[in-house]
């Protein structure tokens, strides 16, 4: 099983960037999948949630309207379209798959997001 982040990087604030997370190893189509991060000295937080169809969506309140969520079963992949970002967007980004009946959950490494002027 692997999750793979990519997209990652130094952005100015206003600036956008998009994530990707590609999977392998598991059936991607019965997953479902989001976003978190993990600021310094914070705790990991979830900043974007997908269903396995894709048909629905669920943001941090902190994230609603600047980023958007996405997958495409075929491609096995996740995304992370973020727009407007602040410096206190500035974190590392992981992504999660889950699925609640065979109560598997597996995460990718992480990549670096830093919104800096």
């Known amino acids: 099983v692997q999750l793979v982040e990519s997209g990652g990087g130094l952005v100015q604030p206003g600036g956008s960037l998009r994530l990707s997370c590609a999977a392998s190893?598991?059936?991607?189509?019965?997953?479902?999948m989001s976003w978190h991060r993990q600021a310094p000295g914070k705790e990991r937080e979830l900043v974007a949630g997908i269903n396995s169809a894709g048909s629905s969506t669920n943001y941090a309140d902190s994230v609603k309207g600047r980023f958007t969520i996405s997958r495409d079963n075929a491609k096995n992949t996740v995304y992370l379209q973020m727009n407007s970002l602040k410096p206190e967007d500035t974190a590392v980004y992981y992504c999660n798959a889950d699925r609640r009946r065979t109560r598997t959950n597996y995460w990718g490494q992480g990549t670096q997001v830093i919104v800096s002027s």
């Open positions: 190893g598991f059936t991607f189509s019965s997953y479902a």
